[in-house]
């Protein structure tokens, strides 16, 4: 069954929530630009409930200060035609509902909560912002969630396990909707209010919410106004506080131009203005006050940030650790040899563009194979280290000092003469033929042979030529005796005319 014949289905069910005549006759008149204070005031007469909530309303002060009236046409003078149909619609839609009551497995005191402070939430939203909008984004904040009652109503006992697993987390509820049915509450809300032929700002709110920057142009505002609405009924009705509280600072400056301090001054309006409404839709109020919900939030979103820097601390660690892993020869500590390729490359382009010195040492352990031989590969290892921290200990901090492979080890010195590093390698051959070994319990003498090259403007073609010559001056060290070193000589092709003396 595709998404559409699914909301189709549903659409049909006789389970479904039904709108009152009275609703239906002030949908009619909401349409109306030439609508008649006296016809408004005689439909809302017939209904005494929603007429009481109406007076009760003008005598708040929820749309300003409060008033002492007693008549229900002295109600829709104070309020205005446009905040009456608004809330008229609202209240009697949301009656009407309350009274059928629930019949799956849905808390719906739990969702008129929500939806009443989305409602609240909005509308402040949009008045600081200087929508024209306020009275429709608060009509769409207490309609938002009229899907999630008729799913209930309509599928009973379905459903319950859908609103259980999700709880107060509406992204997940929406997404295992559709999952299940192909389609959201925002969807079957949307298709619901098209039923009762509510204006189309209202079920683009109802649809949209979820996804406020994909809205039509001509009904961003109520939209956005709505998605942040129902960030600020996070504040008070879930647990993650600081997420919430940060959404809603974020949404009202990014989408209203409202500073975090003037974000922060609605939550006690809007709770303020929640509470009032609650009273006449018989729905509780949050037992906290705005100064408890904004501190819970704000010791909640400190708690996120302090939790955020110590992961982000640890990802950096995490990602310098690994980062030496990949460079490190895991045996000595020293690079390995993709690193000191890498390193090699870098300064030989550096050295080939501003002309300036760099030379390399290629150092192999005499007679390496006969120490694995006669006292096992562990004590090879043991030499291969001990080798490693005198390289490391009397090269210079500026050199990098690396593990070529087997028992040979490089040294890259960057603005180094072939004389500077034909220098530092006989350092290093001195002091290993000095250093004490000890491997497999017996003392070891170990020496060293070292090849020295040298960059030379313009004659090496690349990084790999400068090892090539260091490899074949070592070649000559350990030709020539071993334990000694030899430096790379370019070797001048004889003169033909040249005659022996």
């Known amino acids: ?93 949301v009656g009407n509902m309350r009274k059928q009551g629930a019949r799956g497995g849905v808390d719906h005191t739990r ?62 509820l929406r997404a295992t909707e559709r999952s299940r049915y192909g389609f959201d509450h925002a969807e079957a809300g949307a298709a619901l209010a098209e039923k009762w032929n509510l204006p189309e700002a209202l ?3 109802i649809r949209m919410f979820p996804k406020p920057d994909a809205a039509d142009r001509d009904f961003q505002e109520i939209v956005r106004c709505v998605a942040t609405g129902e960030a600020a009924a996070d504040l ?20 209203f131009g409202i500073e975090a301090e003037g974000a922060d001054e609605l939550i006690a309006k809007f709770m303020a203005d929640a509470a009032v409404l609650g009273t006449m839709l018989d729905v509780p109020a949050s037992a906290l006050s705005p100064e408890d919900v904004l501190a819970n939030a704000q010791e909640a979103l400190l708690q996120m940030s302090l939790e955020s820097e110590r992961e982000n601390a640890q990802l950096q660690a995490d990602r310098e650790r690994l980062t030496i892993e990949a ?28 002309g300036t010195p760099l030379s390399l040492i290629l150092f192999d352990i005499d007679r390496f194979k006969g120490v694995n031989d006669e006292y ?23 050199d990098l000092c690396a593990r070529y492979g087997g028992e040979e080890f490089v040294a890259i010195l960057p603005a180094t003469s072939i004389e500077g590093a034909e220098e530092s390698a006989e ?9 004490a070994m000890l491997a497999g319990g017996a003392k070891l003498s170990v020496t060293i042979s070292a090849g020295v090259g040298s960059y030379r403007t313009g004659e090496q073609p690349s990084h ?38």
């Open 464 to 501: 790999d030529w400068l090892l090539k010559e260091a490899d074949m001056a070592l070649y000559e060290a350990k030709r020539s005796g071993r334990n000694r070193v030899r430096r790379f000589e370019v070797v001048e092709p004889a003169s033909p005319w040249s005659v022996a003396g």
């Open 1 to 93: 069954m595709t998404s559409s014949q699914s909301l189709t289905s549903l659409m049909e069910s006789s389970r479904l929530p039904t709108i009152p005549a009275v609703a239906m006759e002030i949908i009619g008149l909401v349409q109306r630009p030439d609508i008649d204070i006296e016809v408004l005031s005689a439909t809302i007469a017939r209904d005494p409930a929603l007429a009481a909530r109406v007076l009760k309303t003008a005598n708040s002060g929820f749309y300003g200060r409060p008033r002492s009236v007693s008549r229900l046409r002295d109600a829709v003078i104070v309020l205005g035609l446009r905040s009456v149909k608004t809330l008229a619609l609202g209240f009697s839609l």
């Open 376 to 398: 096992g590969h562990p004590a090879g290892d043991q030499v291969l280290r001990e080798v490693a921290a005198v390289l490391q200990r009397t090269m210079r901090d500026a």
């Open 236 to 255: 008070i009705l879930t647990d993650d506080t600081g997420a919430a509280l940060s959404r809603f600072r974020w949404d009202c400056e990014q989408l």
């Open 203 to 205: 079920i683009t709110a």
């Open 427 to 435: 350092r290093v051959r001195v002091a290993v033929e000095r250093q």
């Open 327 to 354: 460079s490190t020869d895991a045996l000595t500590g020293l690079a390995n040899r993709r690193h000191m390729e890498e390193y090699l490359a870098e300064q030989f382009r550096i050295s080939s563009r501003y």
């Open 111 to 172: 969702v008129w909560q929500r939806s009443l402070l989305t409602a609240a939430a909005a509308r402040a939203v949009a008045t600081r912002a200087g929508y024209a909008c306020s009275d429709e984004a608060f009509l769409g904040g207490l309609l938002h969630l009229i899907g999630v009652i008729a799913l209930d109503q309509a599928l009973g006992e379905e459903y319950r396990e859908l609103g259980e697993s999700a709880g107060d987390d509406l992204a997940k």
